[in-house]
């Protein structure tokens, strides 16, 4: 019995040294029922040619080039092409673990019509490859309305797999231009509508690895910033049935993810901004105990150099100290429950 086709949407912009990888990827999939749409979106480098190396070798592989448009722009372009009864999106630097289609068209096929997406859990890495100690991982599903509302469950957005009817329905992505010049949030958004309408069910596995670009757009905390306004209004006025308190905890979520970018990046007085915001919007992160191991680094970093990890004073202040964070997460995690039972519960 054929397989059902699954057409592969790929944006790519100025990734000449990752593209390659990416697309080895996508053809390593144990499920070969697939088409792929790369969408040069204005590149100045050789991202084109190296896709036109693939192109030539591989008839399912298509490249599509256009003006910069932007990520969402980009996107479309490939959806509109797309023949796929499922469709699945990849940015050009991720990468997809072999049977990360295979599982997620097999879920999406035992679960029916009502279901508009699948996703799966995703692991960093680093510019050049390397794992990085951290992942995204959430076991919820069913109707996600709410519990979508208050945190982008799929964390990026080489993540989903789409029932191309769903989007029919809901629609496709936010443009920049749609997005008044900003950019970043618009998977979060097409999430949301799907939501708002179709069940989300998980595949929890690591089937993805996000990589953590210099040059990404996560960098850009002003403009997420300004994207996540954008469509959180259009998501109040299609939900006015929602508490206002969903909206402010979301934007606590949001905020401290982008604290812990900065962070990351070491541009440490943002993250002390973005901090701020995130626990004037949602008090509860103040039981969050590493909140304040990111906000006293931040002050620190700057112009003190990190301690030895021989140090035994170290060692031994930090046991003294255990008990504090154990028993403010201990306190955290009784609130988040609460909340993230009532999200799941969600009947719209």
């Not at 697939?34 to 008839?59: K, L, N, P």
């Not at 300004?226 to 929602?242: E, G």
Request: proline share 3%.
């Amino acid at each position: 019995m054929d397989k059902e086709l699954v057409s592969v949407v790929v944006p790519a912009f100025n990734v000449a040294a990752d593209i390659r990888q990416t697309l080895n990827s996508v053809l390593a999939q144990t499920y070969q029922a697939i088409e792929v749409i790369v969408v040069d979106d204005g590149s100045s480098d050789a991202t084109a040619a190296i896709v036109e190396e693939f192109v030539t070798r591989d008839a399912r592989i298509q490249l599509i080039r256009q003006n910069n448009a932007g990520v969402g722009a980009a996107r479309n372009a490939a959806i509109g092409k797309a023949r796929g009864k499922y469709i699945a999106t990849l940015d050009a630097d991720d990468l997809w673990f072999p049977e990360k289609l295979e599982k997620q068209v097999a879920c999406m096929e035992q679960c029916g019509n009502e279901t508009g997406l699948v996703y799966c859990w995703s692991k960093l890495i680093s510019e050049d490859g390397r794992l990085v100690d951290k992942s995204h991982s959430s076991t919820l599903d069913g109707r996600l309305r709410l519990a979508m509302v208050l945190q982008n469950l799929l964390g990026n957005a080489s993540v989903p797999l789409f029932r191309a009817v769903a989007l029919e329905k809901v629609g496709l992505y936010l443009t920049r231009v749609e997005q008044e010049g900003a950019q970043g949030c618009e998977d979060w958004d097409l999430y949301l509508r799907v939501a708002e309408i179709f069940s989300i069910r998980v595949v929890p596995e690591y089937l993805v690895a996000y990589r953590q670009n210099s040059s990404g757009m996560s960098r850009n905390a002003e403009g997420m910033t300004a994207s996540f306004a954008v469509i959180m209004s259009r998501v109040r006025q299609r939900n006015d049935d929602l508490p206002a308190a969903t909206f402010r905890w979301s934007g606590g979520y949001f905020y401290l993810y982008l604290a812990d970018k900065c962070y990351d990046w070491r541009d440490y007085p943002k993250c002390l901004r973005y901090l701020k915001k995130a626990i004037s919007a949602n008090p509860v992160l103040l039981l969050k105990a590493g909140i304040y191991k990111t906000f006293v680094k931040s002050v620190f970093n700057p112009v003190t150099r990190p301690t030895s990890k021989g140090s035994e004073r170290a060692s031994l202040h930090s046991k003294r100290r255990r008990k504090r964070p154990f028993i403010l997460n201990a306190i955290f995690r009784h609130f988040e429950l609460a909340r993230w039972s009532a999200a799941s519960d969600d009947g719209a």
